[in-house]
């Protein structure tokens, strides 16, 4: 895939700027910016800036986008989210020249963009940004291939190549096969991947997306969804992404800007949106999101409680289990690097056994998850284990733990992390009380005094 390997050799500087690095230059940075429709849009501009509202003016013009100021970082996936009217298409379609902006300042990787020539925009459009619209766009005349390859030929690709590479975009959106058909024999769905496609294969680093997914039936949206993400992951594209849906805005969204009326009301990260919505318009918006595809383990995990370290011995583990009123621990090395878990049984044994090693009796972590994993994806694993999912970091190491409790929290408007909910961890499968009278006579045993108790079947 000779495709992708250009494509991700090219930005490691961009790569870097992705982690958050402010001195890296915006890929596009919008700054007090207006579009007015109508007769006179300067007077209308300078009437909103004097306080007159969108309202009032209506008569003079449909102020679509009013100041919207906005830096979006390269590689980032920027997501403009709000009702319809909003002036989402327009700020889009402003962003390359495609509506002109009334006021202020729209540049795109350094470049103004605001009151460039027709000629200059269609070159900016062609090299640098590719957009999906809201309508397909699609040629009605010319085959899928060649609707998919469109960006490519007007940048002077070779036949060759540029069907080599549309064929690759049509193959990963799926649409292998339907290569020589017209757009109108697709359905609406199928037409929206082929524009898809179409903006991917001209390989430019900025990408607009107005509801790119909107037409696509649930499931179809859903996997779109998750392919775009990997994707991201392997180009590290800068994408604007427009969409009236919430769930998609957080799911998709490094951060997100919501629009009300023409004007931007928030930008923030999917967790600042839900969590500390600027207003009722927002916190209404995200009443009805589907918190388990946005919050993730290191959102709502906490400090792991039953946690010994190997080398501190079963002695010190079926205290622990015993004091925490749970039936297993995790253990791990003195650097907290995860080794697995002991339960109250086992360990109890072995201390009757005389055992001294806690890693004899280790068994696997049932689950673990990495810190950036969606809780969607541990409820499974929580129903599967009675232990909280462990949460670890890159070096394997346990930063925390999500108890079911909690993860059921995540998904009322409960704040994840309460202290009202009493943490259950798996209740003890022996009691208290023989964990106590072990530890007593097993310590005696050591010294040479007492018997040791078989005691398998009271277990
Ligand atoms: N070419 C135009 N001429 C006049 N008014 C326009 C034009 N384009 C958009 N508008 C107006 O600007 C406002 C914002 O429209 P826009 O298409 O940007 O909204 P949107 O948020 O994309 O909505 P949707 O979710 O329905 O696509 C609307 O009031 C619309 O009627
Ligand atoms: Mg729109």
Excluded at 54 to 81: K, N, W, Y
């Amino acid at each position: 895939m000779t495709h992708t390997t250009e494509q991700s050799g090219q930005p490691d500087a961009r790569g870097a700027a992705t982690a958050g690095t402010p001195q890296t230059a915006p890929a596009i940075s919008v700054s007090g910016a207006y579009k007015v429709f109508g007769r006179r849009p300067k007077e209308v501009v300078k009437r909103l800036r004097n306080g007159i509202s969108r309202e009032q003016l209506r008569s003079q013009g449909t102020a679509a986008v009013i100041d919207a100021s906005f830096d979006v970082q390269p590689g980032e996936i920027f997501v403009v989210m709000g009702l319809s009217g909003s002036g989402k298409s327009t700020l889009i379609r402003m962003l390359n020249g495609l509506n002109d902006t009334t006021d202020g300042s729209i540049t795109v990787f350094g470049t103004e963009v605001v009151g460039l020539a027709t000629s200059e925009l269609r070159d900016l459009r062609r090299d640098r940004m590719s957009m999906v619209f809201q309508h397909f766009a699609l040629l009605p005349h010319r085959n899928v291939l060649d609707n998919v390859a469109y960006g490519l030929e007007l940048q002077g690709v070779g036949l060759e190549e540029r069907r080599k590479k549309a064929q690759h975009w049509l193959e990963r959106v799926g649409l292998a096969g339907w290569e020589d058909r017209l757009p109108g024999q697709l359905s609406g769905g199928m037409q929206q991947r082929v524009g898809i496609a179409r903006a991917f294969a001209a390989e430019t680093d900025i990408l607009l997306m107005d509801e790119a997914f909107s037409a696509l039936d649930p499931l179809i949206r859903r996997e779109m969804q998750e392919q775009l993400v990997e994707l991201q992951q392997e180009l590290q594209k800068t994408i604007v992404f427009i969409t009236h849906d919430l769930n998609e805005a957080m799911f998709l969204g490094d951060r997100i800007a919501v629009m009300r009326d023409g004007r931007i009301v928030q930008v923030g990260t999917p967790n600042d949106i839900l969590t500390d919505p600027a207003n009722d318009y927002v916190a209404q918006f995200v009443q009805d999101v589907d918190r388990a595809r946005v919050l993730t383990a290191g959102d709502v995990m906490e400090p792991p409680r039953a946690v010994v370290p190997g080398s501190a011995g079963p002695r010190t583990a079926l205290r622990t289990m015993r004091d925490l009123q749970t039936s297993a621990c995790f253990v791990t090395t003195g650097a907290r690097t995860l080794l697995g878990v002991v339960r109250d049984k086992d360990v109890l044994r072995q201390v009757r056994e005389g055992g001294t090693d806690l890693t004899d009796v280790l068994r696997p972590t049932p689950s673990v998850v990495r810190a950036d994993q969606v809780i969607s994806e541990l409820f499974e694993l929580a129903v599967e284990s009675p232990l909280p999912v462990a949460v670890i970091d890159e070096q394997d190491r346990l930063i925390g733990v999500v108890p079911r409790v909690t993860l059921l929290a995540a998904l009322t408007d409960l704040p994840p992390v309460t202290t009202e909910i009493p943490v259950i961890e798996p209740l003890p499968t022996v009691t208290s009380a023989m964990i106590t009278e072990t530890l007593a006579t097993t310590q005696t045993a050591a010294s040479g005094n007492a018997p040791l108790v078989p005691t398998e079947e009271t277990l």
